[in-house]
């Protein structure tokens, strides 16, 4: 995705390759590397945010290259965290669903209603 903002923080001099990117982003899973093959997914097929969105990196080709940068990676990570009024509740299994079904019928049974 291009936009306006992404144009002027490359001509401003932040623009940088994928592979130095790469290296900006903190590790992964079992403390792995994130690889270039990653940002170019979160380019181009992007990521589900928790609302359901898809959410992609922004970055433009530059001489057969995909460059970003670091707002973008940013705006990236923002865009994919919550906030507190966004936070989803707390799913309750059919287990958890029963058994407080359970204890609402016995504290009405002891109210006698």
């Not at 290296?23 to 928790?50: F, S």
Request: aromatic fraction near 2%; proline fraction near 5%; charge should be positive.
């Amino acid at each position: 995705m291009l936009t306006d903002q992404l144009l002027a923080e490359i001509e401003s001099g932040q623009g940088e390759t994928l592979m130095r990117a790469a290296r900006r982003v903190p590790r992964t899973r079992q403390d792995r590397p994130v690889t270039l093959g990653c940002l170019l997914r979160w380019i181009t097929a992007g990521v589900i945010a928790l609302n359901g969105q898809r959410v992609r990196l922004e970055a433009a080709r530059l001489a057969g290259k995909w460059i970003t940068t670091p707002g973008a990676i940013l705006r990236f990570i923002r865009a994919q965290t919550p906030s507190a009024e966004q936070a989803t509740p707390r799913t309750t299994t059919p287990l958890r669903r029963s058994r407080a079904a359970e204890r609402a019928g016995r504290q009405l049974e002891e109210l006698r209603i």
